[in-house]
């Protein structure tokens, strides 16, 4: 850069992501199978940003001597935590014909509560015509990452969501083949 002549620039971030997810499936009788889950989640964004002259300290926020204004500067780090809880049941109707509902609930440190909804009819013959009616919603939220990143994070960006709409109709040959046709529409906000 003609601003620092003779100055090595040396970019330098950390980040972390943990999580723990446990799904549990019960046999809750002829008429219930429930799929039962948690999952957790907290990213971590130390981002130490750019750096002149001396190689910056890894393990510190502190940057020395920052571009472009060569200043001693203390970077920030970003927390982002999320927990989830998601229950579906899944109730035959007939022969190979099943009827599942289910919900999930996040409850994001940033963007709040969110509840979103799952609802599906399945046929599933061994053998014949079967098909699948699905309809879901779901929410993500963006991660420290696509928000503060030096070059590309965007402090704006609001939580993806999406409504999902799926229709297939499917054949099962004696064991030979299996053909399927899928539609679907999905309608994504920000």
């Known amino acids: 850069d003609p601003s620092v002549p ?41 981002y130490n940003g750019i750096s002149l002259g001396a190689e910056q300290d890894s393990r510190s926020t502190i940057i020395p001597f920052t571009w472009p204004s060569e200043l001693p500067t203390v970077q920030p780090v970003f927390f982002s935590q999320n927990a989830a809880f998601y229950v579906q049941d899944d109730i035959p109707l007939g022969a190979h014909v099943a009827l599942s509902g289910g919900v999930r609930y996040d409850a994001d440190e940033e963007y709040g509560h969110v509840t979103n909804p799952r609802f599906g009819l399945v046929r599933s013959p061994p053998e014949g015509i079967g098909f699948k009616l699905v309809y879901s919603q779901a929410f993500k939220s963006p991660t420290v990452f696509e928000q503060f990143d030096e070059f590309r994070g965007n402090v704006d960006l609001e939580p993806e969501q999406v409504v999902t709409v799926e229709g297939e109709l499917n054949y099962q040959s004696a064991g030979k083949a299996y053909l399927r046709a899928n539609l679907f529409f999905n309608h994504l906000k920000d």
């Open 6 to 46: 003779e100055k090595k620039k040396s970019y330098h971030g950390e980040g972390f992501v943990a999580g723990f997810e446990q799904q549990i499936n019960i046999d809750a009788g002829e008429r219930h199978k429930l799929v039962v889950g948690l999952q957790l989640e907290q990213e971590i964004l130390q």
